[in-house]
Protein backbone atom coordinates (compact mmCIF):
# COMPACT_ATOMS: atom_id res chain seq x y z
CA UNK A 1 0.00 0.00 0.00
CA UNK A 2 2.57 2.89 1.57
CA UNK A 3 4.82 1.15 -1.89
CA UNK A 4 2.30 2.54 -4.16
CA UNK A 5 1.20 5.47 -2.98
CA UNK A 6 4.19 6.88 -2.42
CA UNK A 7 5.28 6.07 -5.72
CA UNK A 8 2.13 8.26 -6.91
CA UNK A 9 2.72 11.25 -4.55
CA UNK A 10 6.65 11.28 -5.40
CA UNK A 11 5.88 10.92 -9.61
CA UNK A 12 6.74 14.52 -9.86
CA UNK A 13 9.09 14.54 -7.23
CA UNK A 14 11.33 11.49 -8.10
CA UNK A 15 11.38 12.86 -11.55
CA UNK A 16 12.54 16.05 -10.63
CA UNK A 17 15.25 14.86 -7.86
CA UNK A 18 16.46 12.31 -10.51
CA UNK A 19 16.95 15.33 -13.23
CA UNK A 20 16.57 18.50 -12.20
CA UNK A 21 19.32 19.36 -9.73
CA UNK A 22 21.60 17.65 -11.57
CA UNK A 23 20.32 19.14 -15.76
CA UNK A 24 19.91 22.56 -16.01
CA UNK A 25 17.16 22.63 -18.77
CA UNK A 26 13.91 21.86 -17.62
CA UNK A 27 12.93 18.83 -16.36
CA UNK A 28 9.55 18.68 -18.18
CA UNK A 29 11.84 19.16 -21.69
CA UNK A 30 10.16 16.91 -24.83
CA UNK A 31 6.47 17.19 -26.03
CA UNK A 32 3.47 16.02 -24.86
CA UNK A 33 4.07 16.26 -20.92
CA UNK A 34 8.31 15.09 -21.54
CA UNK A 35 10.26 13.49 -18.98
CA UNK A 36 7.05 13.31 -16.42
CA UNK A 37 4.59 11.87 -19.30
CA UNK A 38 7.30 8.96 -19.34
CA UNK A 39 8.01 8.49 -16.12
CA UNK A 40 3.78 9.22 -15.08
CA UNK A 41 3.28 5.96 -17.37
CA UNK A 42 5.94 3.91 -16.19
CA UNK A 43 5.22 4.36 -12.66
CA UNK A 44 1.30 3.99 -13.04
CA UNK A 45 1.76 0.59 -14.52
CA UNK A 46 3.90 -0.64 -11.76
CA UNK A 47 1.69 0.40 -9.03
CA UNK A 48 -1.94 -0.48 -10.72
CA UNK A 49 -2.06 -4.20 -9.07
CA UNK A 50 -1.26 -2.68 -5.92
CA UNK A 51 -3.55 0.24 -5.46
CA UNK A 52 -6.76 -2.33 -6.45
CA UNK A 53 -5.60 -4.05 -3.02
CA UNK A 54 -5.87 -1.18 -0.71
CA UNK A 55 -9.13 0.10 0.89
CA UNK A 56 -10.70 3.09 -0.18
CA UNK A 57 -10.50 4.65 3.30
CA UNK A 58 -6.99 4.23 4.09
CA UNK A 59 -5.83 6.05 1.25
CA UNK A 60 -5.83 9.49 2.05
CA UNK A 61 -4.31 8.95 5.65
CA UNK A 62 -1.55 6.53 3.65
CA UNK A 63 -0.82 9.36 1.34
CA UNK A 64 -0.30 12.10 3.89
CA UNK A 65 1.78 9.83 5.20
CA UNK A 66 3.70 9.23 1.98
CA UNK A 67 3.79 13.04 1.92
CA UNK A 68 5.34 12.92 4.78
CA UNK A 69 8.87 11.94 3.95
CA UNK A 70 9.35 15.21 2.29
CA UNK A 71 9.31 17.27 5.03
CA UNK A 72 12.92 17.74 5.95
CA UNK A 73 13.61 19.56 2.35
CA UNK A 74 12.95 23.37 1.81
CA UNK A 75 11.36 23.47 5.24
CA UNK A 76 8.40 21.83 4.79
CA UNK A 77 7.48 23.40 1.51
CA UNK A 78 7.49 20.29 -0.98
CA UNK A 79 5.55 18.47 1.99
CA UNK A 80 3.04 20.92 1.29
CA UNK A 81 2.88 20.75 -2.46
CA UNK A 82 2.95 17.11 -2.53
CA UNK A 83 -0.17 16.99 -0.45
CA UNK A 84 -1.76 19.29 -2.86
CA UNK A 85 -0.90 17.23 -5.92
CA UNK A 86 -2.61 14.24 -4.11
CA UNK A 87 -5.65 15.96 -3.80
CA UNK A 88 -5.43 17.15 -7.62
CA UNK A 89 -4.62 13.82 -9.02
CA UNK A 90 -5.71 10.49 -6.16
CA UNK A 91 -9.61 10.68 -6.85
CA UNK A 92 -8.66 10.16 -10.71
CA UNK A 93 -6.01 8.03 -10.06
CA UNK A 94 -8.07 5.63 -7.53
CA UNK A 95 -11.33 5.51 -9.98
CA UNK A 96 -9.76 4.76 -13.01
CA UNK A 97 -7.26 2.26 -11.89
CA UNK A 98 -10.57 0.72 -10.21
CA UNK A 99 -12.07 0.89 -13.60
CA UNK A 100 -8.77 -0.93 -15.00
CA UNK A 101 -7.79 2.15 -17.49
CA UNK A 102 -4.63 1.41 -19.07
CA UNK A 103 -1.45 3.90 -17.43
CA UNK A 104 -2.51 6.01 -20.73
CA UNK A 105 -5.69 6.96 -20.66
CA UNK A 106 -4.72 7.59 -16.27
CA UNK A 107 -1.93 10.13 -16.83
CA UNK A 108 -3.50 12.01 -19.51
CA UNK A 109 -6.65 12.21 -17.58
CA UNK A 110 -4.52 13.88 -14.64
CA UNK A 111 -2.77 16.38 -17.31
CA UNK A 112 0.59 14.68 -16.87
CA UNK A 113 0.61 13.70 -20.14
CA UNK A 114 -1.16 16.22 -23.07
CA UNK A 115 -0.69 14.67 -26.42
CA UNK A 116 -3.09 11.76 -27.18
CA UNK A 117 -1.18 10.93 -30.16
CA UNK A 118 1.64 9.73 -27.85
CA UNK A 119 0.05 6.47 -26.39
CA UNK A 120 1.84 3.29 -25.16
CA UNK A 121 -1.11 1.27 -25.31
CA UNK A 122 -4.00 0.79 -28.22
CA UNK A 123 -6.31 1.96 -26.23
CA UNK A 124 -8.26 5.05 -26.81
CA UNK A 125 -7.38 8.25 -24.90
CA UNK A 126 -9.64 9.42 -21.82
CA UNK A 127 -12.66 11.42 -23.24
CA UNK A 128 -12.77 15.13 -22.52
CA UNK A 129 -14.44 15.58 -19.94
CA UNK A 130 -12.55 12.77 -17.59
CA UNK A 131 -9.87 15.48 -17.71
CA UNK A 132 -11.77 18.51 -17.82
CA UNK A 133 -11.77 18.53 -13.79
CA UNK A 134 -7.84 19.13 -14.60
CA UNK A 135 -8.25 21.88 -16.73
CA UNK A 136 -5.83 23.90 -13.64
CA UNK A 137 -3.17 21.09 -13.03
CA UNK A 138 -0.40 22.81 -15.54
CA UNK A 139 -0.47 25.44 -13.48
CA UNK A 140 -0.10 23.32 -10.07
CA UNK A 141 2.56 21.36 -12.00
CA UNK A 142 4.59 24.36 -13.41
CA UNK A 143 4.77 26.15 -9.83
CA UNK A 144 6.25 22.63 -8.58
CA UNK A 145 8.76 22.12 -11.07
CA UNK A 146 9.93 25.27 -10.99
CA UNK A 147 10.16 25.33 -7.43
CA UNK A 148 12.54 22.63 -7.81
CA UNK A 149 14.34 22.91 -10.85
CA UNK A 150 15.27 26.63 -11.19
CA UNK A 151 19.00 27.32 -10.39
CA UNK A 152 17.73 29.81 -7.83
CA UNK A 153 20.97 30.96 -6.02
CA UNK A 154 21.55 31.56 -2.63
CA UNK A 155 19.46 29.18 0.34
CA UNK A 156 16.04 29.79 -1.08
CA UNK A 157 16.76 26.95 -3.42
CA UNK A 158 17.09 23.44 -1.70
CA UNK A 159 18.89 21.79 -4.12
CA UNK A 160 21.56 24.52 -4.79
CA UNK A 161 24.42 21.82 -4.06
CA UNK A 162 23.45 19.29 -5.40
CA UNK A 163 23.70 21.14 -8.93
CA UNK A 164 27.65 20.83 -8.30
CA UNK A 165 27.27 17.01 -7.80
CA UNK A 166 28.57 17.97 -3.87
CA UNK A 167 26.93 16.28 -0.94
CA UNK A 168 23.67 17.90 0.38
CA UNK A 169 24.37 17.57 3.59
CA UNK A 170 28.26 18.56 4.63
CA UNK A 171 28.52 20.42 7.76
CA UNK A 172 31.95 21.30 7.62
CA UNK A 173 32.35 21.82 3.69
CA UNK A 174 34.88 19.32 2.62
CA UNK A 175 32.93 17.88 0.46
CA UNK A 176 32.12 14.55 2.36
CA UNK A 177 29.28 13.51 4.62
CA UNK A 178 27.71 11.32 7.11
CA UNK A 179 24.38 11.16 5.54
CA UNK A 180 24.38 8.43 2.59
CA UNK A 181 21.92 9.54 0.26
CA UNK A 182 22.15 13.27 -1.58
CA UNK A 183 25.52 12.91 -3.01
CA UNK A 184 26.51 11.75 0.38
CA UNK A 185 28.42 8.62 1.19
CA UNK A 186 26.67 6.80 -1.23
CA UNK A 187 28.87 8.45 -3.59
CA UNK A 188 32.31 9.16 -1.80
CA UNK A 189 34.11 8.08 1.13
CA UNK A 190 32.29 8.27 4.40
CA UNK A 191 33.48 11.94 6.75
CA UNK A 192 34.59 10.62 10.06
CA UNK A 193 34.27 13.64 11.39
CA UNK A 194 32.07 16.21 9.91
CA UNK A 195 32.97 19.03 12.27
CA UNK A 196 36.46 19.41 10.96
CA UNK A 197 37.17 20.04 7.25
CA UNK A 198 40.42 18.97 7.87
CA UNK A 199 39.68 15.50 8.68
CA UNK A 200 38.56 13.71 5.14
CA UNK A 201 38.85 10.63 3.60
CA UNK A 202 41.93 10.51 1.03
CA UNK A 203 44.50 13.04 3.29
CA UNK A 204 47.76 11.78 3.75
CA UNK A 205 49.13 11.77 6.83
CA UNK A 206 51.90 13.79 8.33
CA UNK A 207 53.11 15.46 11.60
CA UNK A 208 53.69 18.97 10.63
CA UNK A 209 52.39 21.88 8.62
CA UNK A 210 49.11 21.54 7.03
CA UNK A 211 49.42 17.63 7.48
CA UNK A 212 49.58 18.13 11.45
CA UNK A 213 47.27 16.07 13.52
CA UNK A 214 47.05 14.59 16.98
CA UNK A 215 48.06 10.91 17.44
CA UNK A 216 44.55 9.71 18.22
CA UNK A 217 42.68 11.21 15.65
CA UNK A 218 42.01 9.19 12.09
CA UNK A 219 42.70 12.27 9.44
CA UNK A 220 41.82 10.21 6.81
CA UNK A 221 38.81 8.85 7.63
CA UNK A 222 40.02 4.83 7.03
CA UNK A 223 39.59 3.37 10.11
CA UNK A 224 43.52 3.55 11.26
CA UNK A 225 44.43 6.15 14.18
CA UNK A 226 47.15 8.44 13.17
CA UNK A 227 49.49 6.48 16.05
CA UNK A 228 49.34 3.41 13.53
CA UNK A 229 49.32 4.93 9.94
CA UNK A 230 52.73 5.44 9.37
CA UNK A 231 54.22 2.48 10.39
CA UNK A 232 50.96 0.26 8.87
CA UNK A 233 50.47 2.34 5.57
CA UNK A 234 53.50 4.68 5.35
CA UNK A 235 55.21 2.77 2.72
CA UNK A 236 52.03 0.85 1.58
CA UNK A 237 51.70 2.77 -1.60
CA UNK A 238 47.79 3.65 -0.30
CA UNK A 239 45.72 5.21 -3.37
CA UNK A 240 41.72 6.37 -3.56
CA UNK A 241 39.44 5.69 -6.04
CA UNK A 242 37.57 8.26 -8.35
CA UNK A 243 35.40 7.38 -11.26
CA UNK A 244 34.43 10.07 -13.51
CA UNK A 245 31.62 9.26 -15.91
CA UNK A 246 27.51 8.45 -16.62
CA UNK A 247 24.53 6.85 -15.36
CA UNK A 248 25.93 3.46 -16.73
CA UNK A 249 29.03 4.15 -13.93
CA UNK A 250 26.53 5.77 -11.46
CA UNK A 251 24.59 2.63 -12.01
CA UNK A 252 21.20 3.48 -13.02
CA UNK A 253 18.68 1.40 -11.25
CA UNK A 254 14.89 1.05 -10.03
CA UNK A 255 13.89 -2.09 -9.08
CA UNK A 256 10.02 -3.37 -10.44
CA UNK A 257 8.91 -3.49 -6.62
CA UNK A 258 10.13 -0.56 -4.73
CA UNK A 259 9.47 -1.06 -0.56
CA UNK A 260 8.82 2.93 0.76
CA UNK A 261 12.38 3.11 2.00
CA UNK A 262 13.86 1.77 -1.12
CA UNK A 263 11.98 4.61 -3.56
CA UNK A 264 12.69 7.40 -1.26
CA UNK A 265 16.65 6.39 -1.41
CA UNK A 266 16.10 5.89 -5.57
CA UNK A 267 14.55 9.16 -5.90
CA UNK A 268 17.35 11.17 -2.94
CA UNK A 269 20.24 8.55 -4.99
CA UNK A 270 19.02 10.50 -8.71
CA UNK A 271 17.79 6.88 -9.70
CA UNK A 272 21.18 5.46 -9.10
CA UNK A 273 22.62 3.03 -7.18
CA UNK A 274 26.74 3.90 -6.76
CA UNK A 275 27.04 1.46 -3.74
CA UNK A 276 26.74 -1.40 -6.42
CA UNK A 277 28.25 0.16 -9.13
CA UNK A 278 31.62 -1.51 -10.81
CA UNK A 279 34.08 1.52 -9.62
CA UNK A 280 32.71 2.56 -6.30
CA UNK A 281 30.38 -0.30 -5.14
CA UNK A 282 30.50 -1.04 -1.15
CA UNK A 283 27.21 -2.94 -0.56
CA UNK A 284 27.09 -6.20 0.52
CA UNK A 285 26.46 -8.63 -2.27
CA UNK A 286 22.90 -9.60 -0.59
CA UNK A 287 22.35 -6.07 -0.99
CA UNK A 288 22.32 -4.92 -4.15
CA UNK A 289 20.38 -5.64 -7.60
CA UNK A 290 20.06 -9.39 -8.90
CA UNK A 291 21.86 -10.18 -5.47
CA UNK A 292 22.39 -14.08 -6.51
CA UNK A 293 24.44 -12.88 -9.77
CA UNK A 294 26.74 -10.51 -7.66
CA UNK A 295 30.16 -11.02 -6.87
CA UNK A 296 31.87 -10.71 -3.82
CA UNK A 297 34.45 -8.19 -3.68
CA UNK A 298 33.45 -7.20 -7.21
CA UNK A 299 33.99 -3.22 -7.70
CA UNK A 300 37.21 -2.09 -7.94
CA UNK A 301 37.04 0.14 -5.06
CA UNK A 302 35.78 -3.56 -2.95
CA UNK A 303 39.54 -4.74 -4.37
CA UNK A 304 41.71 -2.06 -3.85
CA UNK A 305 40.70 -2.04 -0.41
CA UNK A 306 41.38 -5.76 -0.29
CA UNK A 307 44.49 -4.92 -1.48
CA UNK A 308 45.59 -2.52 0.48
CA UNK A 309 43.22 -2.07 3.74
CA UNK A 310 44.87 1.42 3.82
CA UNK A 311 42.69 2.28 0.72
CA UNK A 312 39.38 1.71 2.82
CA UNK A 313 36.76 4.54 2.58
CA UNK A 314 38.66 6.15 0.11
CA UNK A 315 36.09 6.69 -3.27
CA UNK A 316 34.87 9.18 -5.34
CA UNK A 317 31.60 8.36 -7.53
CA UNK A 318 31.19 11.73 -10.20
CA UNK A 319 29.08 10.46 -12.20
CA UNK A 320 25.92 11.93 -13.45
CA UNK A 321 23.13 11.13 -15.43
CA UNK A 322 23.09 12.09 -18.70
CA UNK A 323 26.81 13.53 -18.58
CA UNK A 324 28.74 13.46 -21.92
CA UNK A 325 32.40 15.00 -22.59
CA UNK A 326 30.44 18.93 -23.56
CA UNK A 327 28.40 20.54 -21.71
CA UNK A 328 28.01 20.01 -17.63
CA UNK A 329 30.15 17.16 -17.27
CA UNK A 330 33.22 19.56 -19.04
CA UNK A 331 32.40 22.09 -16.43
CA UNK A 332 31.34 20.55 -13.28
CA UNK A 333 34.25 17.63 -13.10
CA UNK A 334 35.58 20.08 -10.36
CA UNK A 335 32.93 18.10 -7.85
CA UNK A 336 36.51 15.70 -7.85
CA UNK A 337 37.93 17.16 -4.86
CA UNK A 338 41.05 15.68 -4.48
CA UNK A 339 43.97 18.04 -3.33
CA UNK A 340 47.51 18.25 -5.08
CA UNK A 341 49.19 18.67 -2.30
CA UNK A 342 46.83 17.00 1.16
CA UNK A 343 46.18 14.03 -0.41
CA UNK A 344 46.82 10.81 -1.85
CA UNK A 345 47.31 9.89 -5.34
CA UNK A 346 44.37 8.32 -7.28
CA UNK A 347 43.20 6.22 -9.58
CA UNK A 348 41.17 7.85 -11.66
CA UNK A 349 38.88 6.10 -14.49
CA UNK A 350 37.03 8.39 -17.04
CA UNK A 351 34.50 7.02 -18.17
CA UNK A 352 31.91 8.80 -20.55
CA UNK A 353 30.98 6.05 -22.32
CA UNK A 354 27.86 6.63 -23.80
CA UNK A 355 25.71 10.60 -24.39
CA UNK A 356 28.45 11.55 -26.56
CA UNK A 357 26.40 9.28 -29.10
CA UNK A 358 22.75 9.19 -27.46
CA UNK A 359 20.91 12.32 -27.48
CA UNK A 360 17.15 12.79 -28.00
CA UNK A 361 17.95 14.68 -30.84
CA UNK A 362 16.82 13.12 -34.35
CA UNK A 363 19.91 13.68 -36.03
CA UNK A 364 23.86 13.41 -36.26
CA UNK A 365 24.63 17.02 -35.44
CA UNK A 366 23.79 16.37 -31.70
CA UNK A 367 26.33 14.06 -30.90
CA UNK A 368 30.26 14.95 -30.44
CA UNK A 369 32.42 15.30 -33.51
CA UNK A 370 35.98 13.64 -32.74
CA UNK A 371 37.64 17.01 -32.66
CA UNK A 372 35.39 18.29 -30.50
CA UNK A 373 35.82 15.13 -28.09
CA UNK A 374 39.44 15.29 -28.22
CA UNK A 375 39.53 19.29 -27.15
CA UNK A 376 36.66 18.37 -24.18
CA UNK A 377 38.86 15.27 -22.81
CA UNK A 378 42.28 16.60 -23.41
CA UNK A 379 40.75 19.97 -21.27
CA UNK A 380 39.41 17.36 -18.48
CA UNK A 381 42.98 15.83 -17.95
CA UNK A 382 44.48 19.67 -18.29
CA UNK A 383 42.14 20.22 -15.04
CA UNK A 384 43.16 16.61 -13.54
CA UNK A 385 46.83 17.89 -13.78
CA UNK A 386 46.02 20.92 -11.31
CA UNK A 387 44.27 18.15 -9.25
CA UNK A 388 45.68 15.06 -8.76
CA UNK A 389 48.78 14.51 -6.23
CA UNK A 390 52.01 13.20 -7.68
CA UNK A 391 51.96 9.23 -8.34
CA UNK A 392 47.89 9.08 -9.66
CA UNK A 393 46.72 6.99 -12.38
CA UNK A 394 44.39 7.53 -14.96
CA UNK A 395 42.47 5.29 -17.13
CA UNK A 396 40.37 5.94 -20.16
CA UNK A 397 37.28 3.72 -20.61
CA UNK A 398 36.32 3.36 -24.50
CA UNK A 399 32.26 4.36 -25.38
CA UNK A 400 30.15 0.88 -25.62
CA UNK A 401 29.62 -0.33 -29.03
CA UNK A 402 25.54 0.20 -29.19
CA UNK A 403 23.91 -2.91 -29.75
CA UNK A 404 20.75 -2.84 -28.02
CA UNK A 405 18.23 -2.47 -30.42
CA UNK A 406 18.76 -5.64 -32.46
CA UNK A 407 19.42 -7.76 -28.55
CA UNK A 408 16.06 -6.05 -26.35
CA UNK A 409 13.96 -4.67 -29.28
CA UNK A 410 11.37 -7.45 -29.65
CA UNK A 411 12.25 -8.56 -25.67
CA UNK A 412 8.88 -7.57 -23.84
CA UNK A 413 8.76 -4.80 -20.86
CA UNK A 414 8.00 -6.48 -17.59
CA UNK A 415 6.14 -3.27 -16.43
CA UNK A 416 4.64 -2.19 -19.40
CA UNK A 417 4.15 -5.71 -21.16
CA UNK A 418 5.14 -4.12 -24.63
CA UNK A 419 7.93 -4.79 -27.03
CA UNK A 420 10.84 -2.52 -25.68
CA UNK A 421 10.71 -1.31 -29.40
CA UNK A 422 6.85 0.12 -28.60
CA UNK A 423 8.51 1.51 -25.65
CA UNK A 424 11.25 3.36 -27.60
CA UNK A 425 8.71 4.97 -30.23
CA UNK A 426 6.51 5.88 -27.57
CA UNK A 427 9.39 8.26 -25.93
CA UNK A 428 10.38 9.10 -29.23
CA UNK A 429 7.22 10.57 -29.59
CA UNK A 430 7.46 12.56 -26.34
CA UNK A 431 10.83 13.57 -27.71
CA UNK A 432 12.58 12.12 -24.53
CA UNK A 433 14.33 9.41 -26.41
CA UNK A 434 17.13 8.43 -24.18
CA UNK A 435 19.01 7.44 -27.64
CA UNK A 436 18.11 8.31 -30.80
CA UNK A 437 21.28 6.70 -32.60
CA UNK A 438 21.36 3.72 -30.72
CA UNK A 439 17.38 2.93 -30.01
CA UNK A 440 16.30 3.73 -33.91
CA UNK A 441 14.43 1.12 -35.85
CA UNK A 442 17.15 2.50 -38.79
CA UNK A 443 19.75 -0.10 -38.93
CA UNK A 444 21.83 2.56 -40.96
CA UNK A 445 21.00 4.66 -38.59
CA UNK A 446 22.39 2.86 -35.59
CA UNK A 447 25.68 1.51 -37.89
CA UNK A 448 26.23 5.04 -38.00
CA UNK A 449 26.38 5.53 -34.45
CA UNK A 450 28.55 2.61 -33.62
CA UNK A 451 31.01 3.74 -36.19
CA UNK A 452 31.29 7.56 -34.85
CA UNK A 453 31.49 5.53 -30.97
CA UNK A 454 34.32 3.67 -32.22
CA UNK A 455 35.81 6.81 -33.90
CA UNK A 456 35.73 8.40 -30.35
CA UNK A 457 37.06 5.75 -28.83
CA UNK A 458 40.23 6.05 -31.03
CA UNK A 459 40.34 9.69 -29.84
CA UNK A 460 40.44 8.53 -26.34
CA UNK A 461 43.08 5.80 -27.53
CA UNK A 462 45.19 8.50 -29.32
CA UNK A 463 45.04 11.05 -26.37
CA UNK A 464 46.94 8.14 -23.99
CA UNK A 465 49.19 7.57 -26.71
CA UNK A 466 50.49 10.69 -27.34
CA UNK A 467 49.81 13.07 -24.03
CA UNK A 468 51.75 13.41 -20.83
CA UNK A 469 51.60 14.70 -17.56
CA UNK A 470 53.85 15.35 -14.92
CA UNK A 471 50.87 13.82 -11.79
CA UNK A 472 49.44 11.16 -14.00
CA UNK A 473 50.48 8.68 -16.12
CA UNK A 474 47.41 7.78 -18.86
CA UNK A 475 46.24 4.50 -20.24
CA UNK A 476 43.54 3.46 -22.78
CA UNK A 477 41.33 0.27 -22.35
CA UNK A 478 38.25 -0.71 -24.95
CA UNK A 479 35.00 -0.69 -23.42
CA UNK A 480 34.06 -4.66 -21.95
CA UNK A 481 30.67 -5.18 -23.41
CA UNK A 482 30.83 -6.23 -26.62
CA UNK A 483 32.85 -8.93 -25.37
CA UNK A 484 30.78 -9.31 -22.25
CA UNK A 485 27.75 -9.40 -24.08
CA UNK A 486 29.12 -12.07 -26.77
CA UNK A 487 30.21 -14.65 -23.85
CA UNK A 488 26.68 -14.00 -22.15
CA UNK A 489 25.03 -15.62 -25.16
CA UNK A 490 27.23 -17.88 -25.79
CA UNK A 491 26.80 -19.57 -22.65
CA UNK A 492 23.47 -19.94 -22.99
CA UNK A 493 21.98 -16.84 -20.43
CA UNK A 494 19.22 -14.77 -21.68
CA UNK A 495 20.37 -11.46 -22.97
CA UNK A 496 17.61 -9.57 -21.04
CA UNK A 497 19.89 -10.19 -18.02
CA UNK A 498 22.44 -8.02 -19.25
CA UNK A 499 20.03 -4.61 -18.89
CA UNK A 500 18.14 -2.65 -16.26
CA UNK A 501 14.70 -2.89 -17.73
CA UNK A 502 13.64 0.56 -17.39
CA UNK A 503 14.84 0.60 -20.93
CA UNK A 504 17.46 2.81 -22.01
CA UNK A 505 19.98 0.49 -22.25
CA UNK A 506 21.58 0.78 -18.84
CA UNK A 507 24.15 -2.14 -18.01
CA UNK A 508 22.77 -4.06 -15.47
CA UNK A 509 24.54 -5.39 -11.90
CA UNK A 510 25.50 -8.29 -14.08
CA UNK A 511 28.04 -6.20 -16.25
CA UNK A 512 28.82 -3.73 -13.37
CA UNK A 513 30.59 -6.71 -11.67
CA UNK A 514 31.75 -8.17 -15.46
CA UNK A 515 32.91 -4.80 -16.23
CA UNK A 516 35.07 -4.41 -12.87
CA UNK A 517 36.44 -8.10 -14.12
CA UNK A 518 38.05 -6.82 -17.07
CA UNK A 519 39.19 -3.61 -16.14
CA UNK A 520 40.69 -5.28 -12.62
CA UNK A 521 42.84 -7.85 -14.63
CA UNK A 522 43.57 -5.53 -17.31
CA UNK A 523 45.18 -3.42 -15.32
CA UNK A 524 47.18 -6.73 -13.36
CA UNK A 525 48.32 -7.35 -16.75
CA UNK A 526 49.25 -3.92 -18.48
CA UNK A 527 49.88 -1.89 -15.61
CA UNK A 528 50.28 -3.38 -11.86
CA UNK A 529 51.74 0.02 -10.58
CA UNK A 530 47.82 1.45 -11.35
CA UNK A 531 46.52 -0.65 -8.66
CA UNK A 532 49.69 -1.03 -6.29
CA UNK A 533 51.17 -3.54 -4.27
CA UNK A 534 49.32 -5.72 -1.61
CA UNK A 535 50.24 -4.25 1.43
CA UNK A 536 52.12 -6.92 3.86
CA UNK A 537 50.18 -5.05 7.06
CA UNK A 538 46.78 -6.33 5.80
CA UNK A 539 46.42 -8.99 8.09
CA UNK A 540 47.33 -6.72 11.16
CA UNK A 541 45.36 -3.80 10.10
CA UNK A 542 42.27 -6.33 9.75
CA UNK A 543 42.53 -7.72 13.54
CA UNK A 544 43.40 -4.38 14.62
CA UNK A 545 40.78 -2.07 13.12
CA UNK A 546 38.65 -4.64 11.61
CA UNK A 547 35.70 -2.66 13.67
CA UNK A 548 36.53 0.54 12.86
CA UNK A 549 36.76 0.04 9.45
CA UNK A 550 33.14 0.20 8.92
CA UNK A 551 32.05 3.55 9.00
CA UNK A 552 29.70 3.72 6.26
CA UNK A 553 27.21 1.47 7.21
CA UNK A 554 25.64 0.35 4.03
CA UNK A 555 29.97 -1.14 3.47
CA UNK A 556 30.73 -5.06 3.38
CA UNK A 557 33.04 -5.45 6.35
CA UNK A 558 34.05 -8.70 4.57
Known amino acids: ???????????????????????????????????????????????????????ESDIDREAAKACALLRRFDNGKIEKDCLALWSLFGPTLVRMVSENANPDAICQAMRICTDPKCTLYDDPPPSSSSSAQHEHVPALADRLLSTLTKPITGAEWPWQKLTQHKPFFDA???????????????????????????????????????????????????????????????????????????????????????????????????????????????MNASDCPLAAQKQSYSSLYERLRKRNRCNHNDFENISVNGARSTGEMHHDINATTRNIITDKPALVVYALVGNDICTPHPDFSHMTSPTEFHEMVTDAMKYLEGLLPKGSHVVLLGLESGGIWDLMADKIHPALQVPYSRVWEYTDCLQVQPCWGWLNPSKEVRENSTALARTLSGVLESIAATESYDNFDILYLPNPEPQIVQDWIASGHDVADLFEWVGGGHPSQIVHDKTADYIWNALLEKRPDFVGPENPNNVEITKMYGKTQQLNPRESTA
Open 1 to 55: MMRALTLFALIAYATALASAPFRKSDVRGGHGGGVPCAACTIVVADLADALRSVP
Open 172 to 282: DGDTYSTFAELRGSDWRGRDCDDGDATVYPGRRFGTSGALASAPSADNNCNGIPNADEDRLCGSSDARGLIVIGDSASAHFHLNLNLTLSGLVRAAMDELDAPYCSWGTGF
